[in-house]
């Protein structure tokens, strides 16, 4: 297949098993973990844990990846549509509150062949970079989406992920999420049925950028929710540039969730200052991947 599925348009030929284009992946699906997850947003995770499949490769290249084993160092296990319904299953059998695709944006082919052959009880969440084209979320195929709005500028987009057109594709996406899902709704254990969540992760002299992107929610997107968060850690090639090679600061990270508070926004998640430890990284050992 020509594969064009991205912002990035490579036009290349993926095979279900030979990678190719910039996020150089095959169309069958490579996992690293798909098992109860716990460290998402409450109305997310809940008591019960998302049955969250973690997607190997990445067409966003972020030097600071916190997932960078599995993003760039592609880590997985390749599985085929059929062994993906079948993880549906086994996650929904252990309870999971909500089937959650990380990292889906080059593998939703994929996913729609697995659903074609079982589709869950429970809620589809779409969990992705936000560097997502458009027309894939107007096809209304997942119930939550879970975007990250990562950069308002065009040159730290560029600097930090190689992408300048970020910002272009994201607003898009978010905006067409923000309109398929309408106003948010949940269930009677407060998990999220429907709905947008709209992540932002704060780096380090960054400030403005974030200051900026609340302004845009609360523009844009005002019944969504806003998640603001501090697990950044200088990880993966975040070496190579001084300015954003330390954990954020409690003064940052104070300058924008007031901001948010004050922003009369109401949906707001936000996560502790203490979340910036590496212990918040799942094991990317396959885990659920394979059939017992
Ligand atoms: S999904 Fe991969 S191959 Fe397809 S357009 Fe995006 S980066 Fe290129």
Redesign the pocket.
């Given at each position: 297949m020509l594969?064009?599925?991205?912002?990035?348009?490579?036009?290349?030929e993926?095979t279900e098993i030979n990678g190719?284009?910039?996020?150089?992946?095959p169309l069958y699906p490579v996992i690293a973990r798909a098992e109860l997850h716990f460290g998402e947003e409450p109305c997310i995770s809940g008591e019960k844990g998302s049955g969250t499949v973690f997607f190997s490769g990445c067409?966003l290249k972020c030097v600071y990846c916190q997932n960078e084993i599995i993003s760039h160092g592609k880590k997985g296990i390749r599985v085929t549509p059929n062994r993906l319904a079948e993880i549906f299953v086994e996650l929904e059998e252990k309870g999971a509150n909500n089937i959650n695709f990380v990292n889906p944006?080059?593998y939703v082919w994929a996913i729609k062949e697995a659903l074609k052959i079982y589709k869950p009880k429970i809620p589809l969440v779409y969990n992705s970079g936000g560097y997502d084209d458009p027309l894939v979320i107007k096809e209304n195929i997942f119930d939550v989406y879970l975007m990250d709005l990562k950069y308002v500028s065009s040159e730290k987009a560029l600097k930090y992920s190689g992408a300048s057109d970020y910002f272009y594709y994201a607003e898009q996406s978010i905006k067409a999420a923000y309109k398929v899902t309408g106003k948010p709704s949940f269930n009677e254990n407060g998990i999220m049925q429907r709905g947008l969540i709209i992540r932002h992760l704060v780096l380090p002299l960054a400030t403005k950028e974030a200051i900026r992107i609340i302004d845009w929610v609360k523009e844009n997107a005002r019944e969504a929710y806003l998640s603001i968060m501090a697990q950044y850690l200088p990880l993966g090639r975040a070496s190579d540039y001084p300015e954003i090679n330390r954990k954020i600061t409690k003064r940052e990270y104070e300058k924008v969730i007031n901001y948010a508070l004050d922003s009369g926004l109401e949906n707001v998640y936000i996560q502790q200052l203490s979340s910036a430890s590496d212990t918040f990284i799942p094991d990317f050992g396959g885990q659920g991947v394979l059939k017992k």
């Open positions: 594969c064009n599925a991205c912002p990035r348009r490579c036009n290349a993926r190719s284009g910039y996020c150089g992946m067409s944006t080059h």
